[in-house]
């Protein structure tokens, strides 16, 4: 291994550069890998998110340095960018800036979920990445805008780009401070948390409930999508386990339209939510099944949009990929690299368009622009695990000052990163979960 090829292993953990458009994967494993292709994963296919987008506005130049140190520590000599077609004035600056980089721009169609990676790389490489695999496998490394960024910047990671939208005065993208109180970001942007009904962290599709307002910015924070009360989505994201459950049981009717959406089942892998459905009447007779949950994405196509009876077959294939793990068991077509997409895999893409009109969003601005923001925060909640892998141990006290940049968090012996400061202050909790910072003047 050279020395520049280990410095920037290093590096990439030293600064805490984690996925910044998933669950946080960190980079620096990646790196130490080898790829043919790079995939610059642009695709941000859930409605109302915009940050990936606006960062390639502001620094694309940034992002290609970054994209094209990627591939060359990969040893990639294919670099490509996959973005929705309709975003007509990025794909013609990617491609004159990308050129001489050996970096090609592949036009996605407006479709969900047309940047779960598996899918990106099929579109862009016609591959089919095996069932429980990862892009790897097919010699395909995928990342995300923000994480390449990251990467070229070359400083710890202690802001973090998402956006802000739904039923909010002005939807923006920002940079805001990790650690940074959900409710402290809302205000920061003219929007009265008092008045807001419900906010879904991440996206419509993938995200989660809120769970207070004290609630903090991570590294994998995608964005803040705020709704009234009773708004379809509230509803099907606060509707308990036993409930979903006893409503899959008694309303299932099998006719297997959440399997013929899913977009996983459509590239080749034996993904069947319709199964998993079935299972919910059964008093576990047999595992077969489960089996058919194993490699479910959770894009939850089949649950807010494929179901024509409004049940739940992700949180069933969810809770089925669970109990499997528990069991050790695993499905017998897993690792095959032998699959074949179905015939009508390129006619069953559900438009976000469509997907916006059935989830009740049509009446909210679709767009975010980034906005500047004088971040003037009194405390910041820094978790200590904010990536897959082994949560960082503390390293500070309480009454300790430290100053943003500064390690709070020790790297584990495993996989995993430190964590930083992201503002100047003074410790006022310290423990194995967080560390808490507050500003002094």
């Not at 095996?130 to 496998?137: A, K, N, R």
């Not at 606060?238 to 409503?247: C, D, G, K, V, Y």
């Not at 993904?271 to 459905?277: D, F, G, K, S």
Request: hydrophobic share 40%.
């Amino acid at each position: 291994m050279s020395a520049a090829h280990s410095n920037l292993i290093e590096r990439a953990r030293a600064n805490g550069i984690v996925g910044a458009g998933g669950a946080g994967f960190p980079f620096y494993k990646k790196l130490d890998s080898k790829a043919d292709t790079v995939i610059l994963n642009a695709a941000e296919c859930e409605p109302l998110l915009h940050k990936d987008k606006e960062i390639l506005r502001h620094d694309l130049a940034g992002v290609l340095r970054g994209m094209r140190r990627t591939m060359t520590q990969v040893g990639a000599s294919r670099g490509i960018v996959g973005i929705k077609e309709k975003y007509t004035d990025l794909i013609a600056q990617l491609r004159v800036a990308g050129a001489p980089h050996s970096i090609e721009v592949f036009e996605l169609g407006d479709y969900y979920p047309a940047g779960d990676e598996f899918i990106t790389v099929f579109e862009a490489t016609g591959r089919v990445i095996p069932p429980g695999g990862i892009p790897l496998d097919v010699g395909c490394l995928v990342c995300n805008v923000e994480t390449v960024l990251n990467l070229e910047r070359d400083v710890p990671v202690t802001r973090k780009f998402f956006t802000i939208a739904a039923d909010v005065p002005n939807p923006v993208t920002v940079c805001a401070p990790i650690g940074a109180k959900f409710g402290d970001v809302l205000r920061a942007v003219g929007a009265d948390p008092a008045r807001i009904g419900h906010v879904l962290v991440g996206g419509v599709m993938m995200g989660r409930s809120m769970k207070s307002w004290d609630e903090p910015v991570t590294r994998t924070t995608g964005g803040l999508l705020c709704f009234p009360n009773e708004h379809v989505l509230q509803r099907k994201y606060q509707t308990e386990s036993r409930a979903r459950s006893l409503i899959g049981k008694s309303a299932c009717d099998q006719c297997s339209f959440c399997t013929e959406m899913c977009p996983r089942y459509l590239i080749g892998h034996p993904v069947e939510p319709h199964m998993a459905m079935r299972g919910l009447g059964f008093n576990m007779v047999g595992e077969s099944l489960m089996l058919s949950s194993q490699f479910c994405c959770e894009c939850n196509l089949c649950s807010l949009y494929a179901c024509p009876e409004d049940l739940f077959p992700k949180d069933a294939c969810a809770d089925n990929k669970v109990a499997l793990r528990r069991m050790g068991l695993d499905h017998p077509a897993k690792g095959r690299r032998d699959l074949k997409a179905h015939s009508m895999q390129e006619y069953r893409h559900v438009p976000v368009a469509s997907l916006i009109k059935k989830l009740g969003l049509s009446s909210y601005k679709n767009k975010g622009p980034l906005v500047e923001i004088d971040w003037r925060l009194d405390e910041v909640r820094i978790p200590l695990k904010q990536h897959i892998g082994s949560p960082a141990a503390c390293a500070v006290k309480v009454g300790q000052r430290v100053r943003t940049n500064d390690v709070i968090g020790r790297a584990p012996d495993g996989l995993g990163v430190p964590v930083h400061a992201s503002i100047d202050g003074v410790v006022a909790a310290a423990s194995g979960d967080e560390v808490v910072i507050r500003r002094s003047e």
